[in-house]
């Protein structure tokens, strides 16, 4: 990645979640970082997580939309109209902005082309459960730790590292290459992969315990 894109993709980060994104021009210290980043993509698990962030806008957020954008303008026109599909893996946390509630909330997946799949959204956007929370909240109000919070709710949702990653990542994959085929990512279904799962409990479901297409997105896949 040149060094251009890099300050184009320094520039897509979110410092107000409550409002539409705004333009800033990215500091030389945020250009360093993305540099950084681009040689080792591990130093984006140094920074501040969500579960640890004092404020929200102490994680490091990007807009989805401005990345994906930042990215089309380094693929050829030539190399987009040969009806290829490029998809994108980041651990970097994207979100994009809501004008019903008006604020940013963290996705998992950016549909178009390029596609921009977060496994960092994995983990961070599809909420864990309202018990989970209630817990957490009070160990900080405590002073205390969440390990054991979590260590109570193993396996309920996706953590850092977590061995079925790589297994969630084939179903959003799906959905990307579903809308680019037909237009539509998401299927109503919790028994399908293209379900568009909000909260972790039903992401799990979809893609670990159903881990298929239903059977009209199958026939879809099939006829094609």
Known sequence: MD?????????????????????????????????SVCEDTKLMENTTRVENAERIEDVMMYDGFEIQNSINTTISQDCLSQNNLHV?????????????????????????????????????APAKSREYYLEAMKCKMQGLDIKSVKKNHSGKFLDYHDQRLSKIAEGYLLQAIFYYITGDAFCDSLDCRLNNAHWQKD?????????KLCKKHQKILDDL
């Open 203 to 211: 992401l799990i479901y979809s893609q670990i315990k159903i881990s």
């Open 88 to 124: 994108i893996f980041t651990n970097k946390l994207i979100c994009t902005y809501d004008n019903m509630d008006h604020r940013y909330h963290g996705r998992t997946v950016i549909c178009s082309n390029p596609a921009i799949i977060s496994t960092t959204g994995m983990i961070e």
């Open 3 to 35: 060094e251009k894109t890099m300050e184009k993709i320094s520039g897509c980060r979110v410092f107000d979640t409550t409002s539409p994104f705004k333009k800033h021009v990215p500091s030389k210290l945020e250009i360093d970082f993305e540099k």
